[in-house]
């Protein structure tokens, strides 16, 4: 018992129902399970990028870049399609976009050897720069209503938004692939001492490369969602969205230090900052407001765990003391 | 004659080695390039343009420098600068006749305050640099549209005396430049004369090491950081007064600018190693690029690309450097 409520997750689950209980006193528009659910397509396009992040951040890297891949792939999709390319195969290249511009981080971090910081800030200047050049200042629309069904669709005529399924199909793979398998495993090594990995022959280089691919690939997933859920193109789409997901990732309890963290975390930090976006969206507070306080969140994300580590290191030193 | 042979080589190897020999190379080749494809390049007026143009980014450039050397990343500067000039040009708003010096060491002095909180999360809350300047990125910013309600603040609410700070001229000399230049002396001597500055260079290159010899890596931390805030707290101010507006998206992205000019300039990304002239010479090559591709018509939404392209290259090549030398020490044992 003591061990599950020391547990990050476990507190991440209370805040979320402090949450819900807070914004349901707060307005009465909150406990609808319609407005709820819809209320999701504002951070599902996020968290298909999560699940993979969490991997990245585990393993003791980091993608800056992901946004701006976002806009470099739906950009490609865009152009593809009015260039006359059906909407279904000019999506496709939208993935294969994305999943190059992730191989393209993987082999820098592995080939050259840069840190995955300095690597993917690169590309995070570059990529938003090939959405620039390739759209101008021009965007892009006039996509088939069918298209529209990815984004903004239901799931075979529930209340459930296609995305949210999507996500939570993703997050369930992710993290059975994280928490089950010899891969995972490796991560979390990885992340903890990635020269012990080399020594004891984990593919330290090919395991950075699958996950800066698949990084991409999922950027090219959210670009497609995104896309067809604002129903346009333009250069300057998901805009500080790397920030988002980093937080997200972090306040899940994933170390930016690498080797700790978990997927049920991150889920529940995403659902955690969703619904109090969409609470505060409801009490009329301004989008930059919520900025401020996802910046607040994110430090106190990682302040809260220490000071929580020093409190409970100082009340199990105290009875030793005083026997 | 083998002997002056090997000297002359160890001579050379050590002027090529020197980043600043190779940055000056690259920005004459870029200069005649552009020259040739657009002749009007190469002028006075154009020149003048360009090192106006790098003064703020020079400046902040300082700052990033010194946060990268001690092994941290400070992503704040866009919005710190962006919020320290807001608050200046809303104070001209509310109808205060402000000596525009005055105003300057006010936005200076809010910026060494957003860097002290910086420094503290750092060195208080034991956060990562990235993760802590990526939260008050966000803050920051958010709090420069709290404070303007989205407005602006434009040229008719500001005093003439105010636009002419970044305007004028100093003995013939643009304020501008002056002031990045009398900044870049002191910091020039700072950090390589000064107690103080040779520690920043020593917990960048080794913090246990450093910490074994008794300086106070905490203090180089809180100082790095909040001279960072305070050189972007000038930074706004002079923006605000060259453009002759505060704009609540004022200088987005432009950490990463600051970032480019350092990475250029030879800062190592893994800290310790760094100087002044080099990162000045990093500033001065990006608005050489800007205005290259402004002369040559190319499409201006190149920048981005270009940037991204440069930052690449540079530190790809500081990797590939570093990585030879140390199999050649490996191979000479």
Avoid at chain 1, 99 to 118: D, E, H, W
Avoid at chain 2, 51 to 63: C, H, K
Wanted: proline letters at 3%; glycine letters at 12%; a positive charge.
């Amino acid at each position: 018992m003591k061990k599950l409520i020391g547990r990050w997750e476990f507190l991440l689950f209370l805040l979320l129902v402090g949450v819900f209980i807070l914004m349901s006193n707060l307005s009465p528009y909150f406990l609808n399970l319609r407005n709820l659910l819809d209320s999701t397509v504002h951070f599902t396009e996020k968290g298909v990028i999560a699940v993979c992040m969490t991997f990245i951040i585990i393993s003791g890297n980091m993608d800056l870049s992901v946004a701006s891949n976002m806009a470099m792939s739906a950009a490609v999709m865009g152009i593809a399609y009015r260039a006359g390319l059906g909407i279904f195969p000019a999506a496709l290249l939208c993935l294969l976009v994305g999943a190059l511009g992730g191989l393209f981080n993987g082999l820098v971090v592995t080939r050259v050897k840069l840190p995955s910081m300095v690597a993917t800030l690169a590309t995070f200047s570059l990529y938003r720069g090939i959405a620039y050049v390739l759209l101008g200042n021009q965007a892009i629309t006039g996509y088939p209503y069918q298209f529209a069904e990815i984004g903004q669709g239901y799931f075979m005529g529930t209340n459930i938004p296609n995305q949210l399924v999507i996500f939570i199909g993703l997050a369930i793979i992710f993290g059975f692939i994280l928490h089950k398998t010899t891969f995972g495993r490796s991560v979390y090594a990885i992340g903890n001492n990635e020269e012990a990995c080399r020594y004891s022959g984990i593919p330290v280089d090919r395991i950075k490369v699958i996950m800066f691919t698949v990084n991409g690939l999922l950027a090219g997933l959210s670009a497609i969602l995104l896309t067809s859920r604002i129903y346009s193109t333009r250069p300057n789409i998901a805009l500080n969205y790397e920030l988002e997901i980093i937080t997200a990732v972090v306040l899940g309890g994933v170390s930016i230090k690498g080797g700790r963290g978990s997927m049920i975390g991150v889920v529940l930090a995403l659902f955690l900052i969703g619904s109090s976006r969409f609470g505060m969206s409801l009490l009329n507070i301004p989008g930059q407001m919520m900025t401020v306080i996802i910046g607040f969140l994110l430090i106190l994300a990682i302040l809260l765990p220490q000071f929580l580590e020093r409190f409970s290191a100082k009340s199990s030193e105290a009875p030793g003391k005083a026997a | 004659m083998a002997r002056t042979a090997e000297k002359r080589r160890f001579a050379f190897s050590n002027l090529s080695s020197k980043r600043e020999t190779s940055l000056v190379a690259f920005i004459l080749i870029l200069i005649l390039g552009v020259t040739l494809r657009s002749p009007r390049f190469f002028s006075l007026a154009n020149f003048h343009d360009i090192l106006l143009d790098s003064a703020i980014v020079a400046i902040a450039s300082i700052g990033q420098m010194m946060v990268v050397m001690t092994g941290g990343i400070d992503l704040s500067v866009g919005s710190g600068l962006a919020l320290s000039g807001m608050l200046v040009g809303l104070i001209y708003k509310g109808g205060f006749a402000l000596n525009p010096y005055l105003a300057l060491l006010i936005g200076g002095l809010i910026g060494l305050g957003l860097g002290s909180i910086n420094s503290l999360l750092v060195v208080k809350g034991n956060i990562p640099p990235i993760i802590a300047t990526l939260g008050t990125m966000s803050i920051y910013r958010g709090m420069i549209f709290l404070a303007s309600e989205g407005q602006w603040v434009s040229a008719h609410e500001m005093p003439s005396s105010f636009i002419r700070l970044a305007r004028g001229t100093i003995l013939g000399i643009p304020n501008l430049i002056f002031i990045a230049g009398v900044l870049y002396i002191i910091f020039y001597f700072f950090l390589s004369h000064a107690k103080t500055g040779r520690e920043v260079y020593a917990v960048g290159g080794n913090l246990q090491a450093a910490r074994v010899a008794g300086i106070n890596t905490d203090k180089i931390n809180y100082i790095v950081y909040s001279a960072t805030g305070f050189l972007y707290g000038l930074c706004g101010v002079l923006w605000v007064s060259r453009f002759a507006s505060a704009q609540p998206d004022t200088a987005t992205g432009f950490e990463f600018s600051t970032v480019t000019a350092i990475v250029l300039g030879g800062v190592s990304v893994s800290g310790g190693t760094g100087r002044v002239t080099g990162v000045l010479l990093g500033a001065v090559l990006i608005s050489i690029i800007e205005n290259a591709l402004n002369v040559t018509q190319i499409n201006p939404f190149w920048k981005l690309a270009i940037q991204g392209i440069v930052i690449l290259i540079a530190v790809a090549m500081d990797q590939i450097v570093r990585h030879r030398k140390k199999t050649k020490v490996v191979r000479e044992q």
